[in-house]
């Protein structure tokens, strides 16, 4: 499939450029790095501050770059906050689809506590996702308190489906109940197909774009069904940045299907050099403001730039 196959190569050049590159400043000093910033409130707030939203709300989403280590070590930080407060959330990863929700039960059945053979039972290396050691604190921080984990994503297969235009790949409730069968708000669309287009460093077919725009609203749509559908004391999403978007991603489509619930969206995010107001990323979002609920800022991952090698 010529979608997944433009992803894998320009992940595969991202790492190799990873391995090879030398250390440096990624902003461990910039004045943002650690910071947290509330986006509504408009002002910074401490880690406790924000562990005590995060315990009064229902669900809980948390927006990540993939492959960024410091992203996942404060994901698993705020699971086991939550936990601590006496939450017991479900936590629900997209990295994890339908198709592998019962050999991920049946590995929990067997080793309810062992988050380091998670990722072999459920065929993680083969996924196409970073290595399943970045995620495995995630997983730790929630079996260790007995927390039930979750698979939120569609599976490959129909979402490359959906890219290519059937609609038919999909749970006809979902297409009805999410307005599936329809675009987008123009400005949305437009803005998501510009997205598309420059996260797969414009090698994508302008053809293709307004089917993984789609495929990209019916991923957040599922999701948001399966933390509705997670028995118990709400969930936690562990997700790529753009899925917890308050303006489009998960968020939207929980407030449509449980209008009275409780959402708290929290991005982490790079900082970068010459923008050391938390309101110059933004832009970065095509919004007036950052569209997540709080917005914790790290230093970078690197500095590779992934289309570099796709250009003349």
Known sequence: MRVRSVVVVIALAAAIARVAEPAGDLGQDHPLTGRIWDATAARFLTADALTARLVAARFVLLGERHDHPEHHLLQASIVRGLAAAGRRPTVAFEMLDADQAGVLA???????????????????????????????PIAEAALSASLSLAAANLPPATVRAVARGNLGALEPALVRIHGLDRPAAPP???????????SHCSKLPEAMLAGMVTAQRARDATMADRLLAAAGDGAVLIAGAGHVRTDRGVPIYLAARAPFVTI???????????RAAATDYAERFGAARLPFDYVWFTSRADEVDQCARFRP
Do not use: C, I, K, T
Request: avoid cysteine; glycine fraction near 10%; charged fraction near 25%.
């Open 106 to 136: 049946a590995y929990l059945q067997r080793s309810p506590r062992d988050a380091a053979g998670l990722g072999d039972a459920v065929g993680w290396s083969r996924s196409g996702w970073p290595p399943w050691p970045l995620y495995e």
């Open 264 to 274: 708290a969206s929290v991005a982490f995010l790079e900082v970068a050099s010459g």
């Open 188 to 198: 949305v669309e437009a803005q998501m197909e510009a997205e598309m287009r420059e």
